[in-house]
Each structure stands twice: as C-alpha cells, then as structure tokens.
C-alpha cells in the first residue's frame, strides 16, 4: 500500500520552485520530529510547529497523517540511498577492497545517532503501520540484494543464491549491533575493533578467494548454462 500525497510540479517557475521549497521544508521538519518523538509521538500538528508554518499549510501537500508519515519515510529513507550511492562511486575498484570498504561504510553508520534513532522508530511502526511494514521490506530487500553484489564480484565462484543468503546473515548481523551503539554503552568493543571484528567475521562466511582453478570451473560451469 503507498500512501498518495499531493504532487509537486517541477516546472521550473518561481510558484513551483516556492513550492518545492514548502514541501522540503515541511518533510525536513517531519524528520526531525519523527527521530525525536518515533511513530507514537509524529502528528502533522508537532510537525507543522517544527517547521514553523500553519498545520494548514502542512495539509496542503500532505492531506493526511499517514500521507505526511509515508513521505517523511520515503524522503529519509532516499535520503539515505542517495549517501550510499554517493559513496559507492568511492569505493575501490578491487571486488574484495569494494566489499570491505562497504562494510566499514554500514558499521560506521551504526555509531550516527540521528540513524539509530530513525530505524528504531521504523521498525517499532512497521509493527502497527502496513504502509511502513511494506516500505520495510522493499528496502531491506534493496540492501540485500545490493550487498550480494558486493560478495558476488569478490567470491565468483559462489551462486547468486549463496550471495543473497550471505548477504542476509550479514547485513542482518551489522544492524543487529545498533542495539550496541547507544551513546556510553559498555556492551560493545570499540568503533575501530567493532570494525575489525565485522571484516573478519565476513571473510570467514565467504571463505577465501578462489583460485585460478576454481575460478576456470565456475566459468565453465557458466558458460554451459547460459549455452
């Protein structure tokens, strides 16, 4: 279910460019509030406050609360994206230095506050909230699939299949630790450790690179399928 909101042109005239500006404005606001307050607290009153405009100027681009709350997911959760694929055009070119590098990429956003805050309040609500519970799903499936490609380039000689089941124990394991990283928790090694412990962790899942031999079957192998 995908909760409709008010479209927003994009023409490029002063009104619209005014209006995109009230839209952002507003979803920054419901952002903020959302981390602050989670599901339970998350009202188009609380947001229209934070953002310091009219609750009718809120309900002119989003009618509803669960309007303003499918929007505020979907923009931070974009948001989010966005950063990612940003630092994916850093990352090395070496497969294996590619996987590492996002690893530490996920483990360091474990210890960024603002997210745990989000994605504690997400999950509560996707308990109560189908669209949130459907929202959920579709981007963790993305995440999945997208770090299967990670372990696949590195560890060609393992299916597609193996990879999304890989992916899934590790990128289960990586949000897991946020439980860990509330600020002054004692349960946890620290950043630099938790690092190492998570890369070490997923090369003994994924085992060693193959070898030259190991790499001339798998592409054998392929090449018949796909004959």
Request: aromatic share 8%; proline share 3%; hydrophobic share 40%.
């Amino acid at each position: 279910m995908r909760a409709k909101t008010k479209k927003v042109s994009r023409n490029g005239s002063p009104e619209s460019a005014a209006s995109d500006r009230g839209a952002d404005r507003i979803l920054r606001a419901a952002r903020r509030v959302f981390v602050d307050t989670g599901g339970v607290g998350f009202s188009a009153r609380g947001v229209a406050k934070e953002a310091g405009v009219s609750l009718g100027a809120v309900q002119h681009f989003f009618r509803t609360k669960d309007e303003l709350l499918a929007a505020t997911l979907e923009h931070v959760l974009s948001e989010f994206r966005r950063e990612y694929d940003r630092l994916h055009e850093q990352l090395p070119f070496s497969a294996e230095a590619r996987l590492l590098a996002a690893i530490d990429v996920l483990v360091e956003d474990l210890w960024q506050q603002e997210s745990r805050k989000f994605f504690f309040g997400f999950y509560a609500l996707s308990g109560h909230n189908e669209f949130a519970q459907n929202l959920m799903n579709t981007t963790f499936a993305h995440h999945q699939r997208r770090f299967a490609m990670y372990l696949q380039a590195a560890r060609p000689h393992l299916t597609e299949q193996q990879c999304l089941d890989l992916s899934l124990q590790i990128t289960a394991m990586i949000d897991g630790l946020m439980i860990y990283t509330a600020p002054g928790s004692k349960a946890i090694t620290p950043r630099a450790r938790l690092t190492e412990l998570v890369r070490d962790t997923v090369l003994r899942l994924i085992g060693p690179a193959p070898t030259a031999e190991t790499r001339a079957k798998t592409s054998e192998r392929r090449s018949s399928v796909n004959a």
